[in-house]
């Protein structure tokens, strides 16, 4: 028997805020969080790009300093997210062999890995940090929140790129249908704004060079899109089992109603320009939820702002939704957090499931002029998404053509 998976808590930090409530209302009011890099290293290498989407409240503010000095910045991120999407919950009582972690990064613990090399090289290898590989490694954020949880009944990290945390809250899904937990703590976290980085996302072309107007550099839909910005936080979910959250009287935002994971094998950076791998993520999203395409009301679509990224993913919505695809709400929130890679499928799904609780699709900020090949419903001012019954779906895909796709619906008991 299926059961069914709610969504019980959800805690974000990213440029647009340090709560899910300081994101939403920022999204809604069509604030952007890139702006100018203030480092010393912008002009030290000469970076083509000297702007991004910088966390707006940084977590060492939040966390003691003995635990923020020995996990390096994206596990405190994701850290941050956790224990607000916690309290929001309720601070469940369960048994730890029945709460686990399915968590999320797509590159993981970089800062630390290059500083390290940076001493190394300087100083020598006596004064590499001890910790610097638990610090590094890309399941240190999984496995830091089971500790800090004391979360016993499995601790999994999910690395696929930009579709890594919404792969992770499929493994959440897939872990609570099978039984090995009541309770898990599913997201994703990334802090990946470094000059390797940036310069290495630039020299594909892959970046937005508007060095001069950052907060409207990110344009997703846009003729004048030049690339996305690169973003920074963190987004976690308490999903639990409907059993359980009602038994214990939690408030439940949502309905995880399924989960959709596909494959490209096509290139190890570019999109399918057919979108057949993205398209089958949402049927199978879809299937798994046992919906129609014509029950979806909002999408939360991926979007980065790149100039091939885009056009591929309407694609896949036409190849869905058929004549839909122009009528169904669109939002693209990338243009207001910057792009978070590991982390961003997990904020977009708070997004998604913000969307359907208060039935208002978040705005698309900087599109002035759509491009006539993607002509999707997509608005630069908040939409009501109308009464009755929400079923949205949040798209994200990742280099290596990881594509992964998380459908919510409203909630009734």
């Known amino acids: 028997m299926t059961k069914r998976i709610v969504v019980a808590g959800m805690g974000a930090t990213s440029a ?16 952007s969080g890139a702006r100018a890099l203030e480092y010393d290293w912008v002009d030290e290498y000469s970076l083509p790009v000297t702007f991004a989407a910088e966390a707006s409240v940084r977590p060492e503010t939040i966390l003691d300093r003995p635990t923020a000095k020995r996990l390096d910045i994206s596990t405190q991120f994701g850290l941050v997210a956790a224990m607000e999407a916690w309290r929001d919950a309720g601070e469940p009582d369960v048994e730890p062999e029945r709460l686990g972690i399915d968590f999320a990064t797509g590159i993981g613990g970089v800062w630390t890995l290059l500083n390290a090399w940076d001493t190394l090289r300087e100083k020598g290898p006596r004064r590499v940090m001890p910790m610097t590989v638990p610090m590094l490694m890309p399941n240190s954020a999984a496995g830091f929140l089971s500790l800090h949880f004391g979360a016993r009944a499995f601790a999994r990290t999910v690395a696929s790129a930009c579709a890594s945390s919404v792969e992770s809250l499929d493994s959440a899904y897939q872990h609570l249908q099978s039984g090995a937990a009541d309770v898990i703590i599913a997201g994703g976290a990334e802090s990946a704004i ?33 690339g ?35 494959a490209d094998s096509h290139h190890i950076t570019a999109n399918d320009p057919t979108g057949q791998g993205a398209a089958r ?43 839909r695809a122009r009528e169904i709400p669109v939002s693209a929130t ?5 792009h978070l890679l590991g982390g961003t499928g997990a904020i977009e799904s708070v997004f998604t499931v913000k969307a359907i609780q208060e039935r208002t699709a978040p705005p698309t900020i900087n599109l002035a002029n759509q491009d006539p090949e993607i002509p999707v419903s997509a608005s630069g001012e908040a939409r009501s998404l109308g009464d009755g019954r929400q079923l949205a779906i949040s798209n994200s895909f990742g280099f290596g053509g990881h594509n992964a796709v998380a459908a919510f619906a409203s909630y009734d008991d």
């Open 16 to 31: 647009l805020g340090g709560t899910v409530a300081d994101n939403w209302k920022n999204l809604l009011d069509g604030v």
């Open 194 to 226: 470094h000059p390797i980085t940036i310069a290495s996302f630039a020299s594909m072309q892959a970046l937005s060079r508007r060095n001069d107007d950052p907060a409207t550099a990110s344009r997703p839909f846009d003729v004048d899109r030049d």
């Open 228 to 262: 996305f910005v690169m973003g920074e936080g963190a987004a976690v979910l308490v999903l639990e089992t409907e059993e359980h959250a009602k038994a214990r009287g939690a408030r439940i935002y949502a309905e995880l109603v399924g989960t959709g994971v596909t």
């Open 334 to 338: 990338k243009a207001s957090t910057g």
């Open 281 to 323: 993520a949402i049927t199978a999203a879809l299937r798994v939820a046992d919906v129609s395409p014509d029950d979806v009301t909002h999408i939360n679509a991926h979007a980065t702002s790149t100039p091939v990224g885009d056009p591929s993913e309407f694609t896949a919505l036409a190849s869905v939704f058929g004549d």
